[in-house]
């Protein structure tokens, strides 16, 4: 049994597509791809597909991640390849490796987030930053199917900072895509070109309960009274595993990538040394 692991976009429009709807619609593309997939046992057989920390509904994001199981091996980037003909634009795979390597999902542990605040000068914006950098604690509340739930969203943010102007695609973490994201960051839709836009950069853990973009937009709003006039629009630049030593967050499929070049340079060596 091969797997391989996906990393897709959520861009545009398609950024208010729910995971069960992007479910269906992937689940549909490996159909039309003609993807030998591996299924479950039981009454009720489903492809075996692992999906890895969606993105809230209503956020963009160009790193997300799923693994998928075949029962024959296939190539990955010509995988890649049909599956991104199957889906719409905007759902977008944009890389593909065989799993050389346990827990995707362990890897996971930091997310960056880009967060356009239209309408919001820079200064006012950076005035919040440093009050919510500034405090020990910052409490939010959040609605859940049990009630509201408050909770102190500062621990798990790294690092949050205030930027004005376009994005600064030499500054977008490894293996983002710079290209990818300087496209999707462009849109006008997104980004009205009349009116002051603040733009923060988030560095947040993974933790329980989880701090989402909007819980650290309350906490601007708790602290300083930051107040967009219209809703954030919100982007995931990356996700994998945090690095303490630097600050940064890593990508998650460089260890696949790396375990093939390896088992790939100790086969040409193999076959170097084998008698003629």
Known sequence: MQRIRLRYTKRGRLRFTSHRDFQRAFERALRRAE?????SAGFTPHPKVSYANAAPTGTGSEA??????????????????????????????????????SGLADRLTASVWELRLTGVPAEDARRAVDAFNAAGSVEVQRLTKNGVRTFDARPAVVSLESRSGNLD????????????????????????????????????????????????????????????????????????????????????????????????????????KAPV
């Open 169 to 272: 695609v030499s500054d977008v973490p490894d293996g983002s895509h710079s290209s990818e994201i300087t496209e999707t960051h462009s849109s006008r839709a997104d980004r009205p070109s009349d009116q002051p836009c603040a733009i923060l950069r988030l560095v947040v853990r993974h933790v329980t309960p989880a701090v989402r973009p909007d819980d650290v937009l309350s906490g601007l709003s708790a602290v300083a009274d930051l107040a967009p006039p219209v809703p954030a629009a919100v982007t995931r630049l990356a996700q994998g595993l945090f690095d303490e030593e630097t600050g940064t967050v890593t990508d998650p499929l460089a260890p696949d990538r790396e375990a093939a070049a390896a088992l790939s340079t100790a086969a040409s060596a193999a076959a170097a």
């Open 35 to 39: 993807v030998p997939m591996a299924y």
């Open 64 to 101: 997300e991640y799923l693994e998928i199981a075949l029962t024959e091996a296939r190539d990955p980037e010509q995988l890649r390849a049909l599956l991104d003909e199957s889906l719409p634009t905007g759902l977008d795979v944009i890389e593909a490796v065989e799993a050389r390597t």
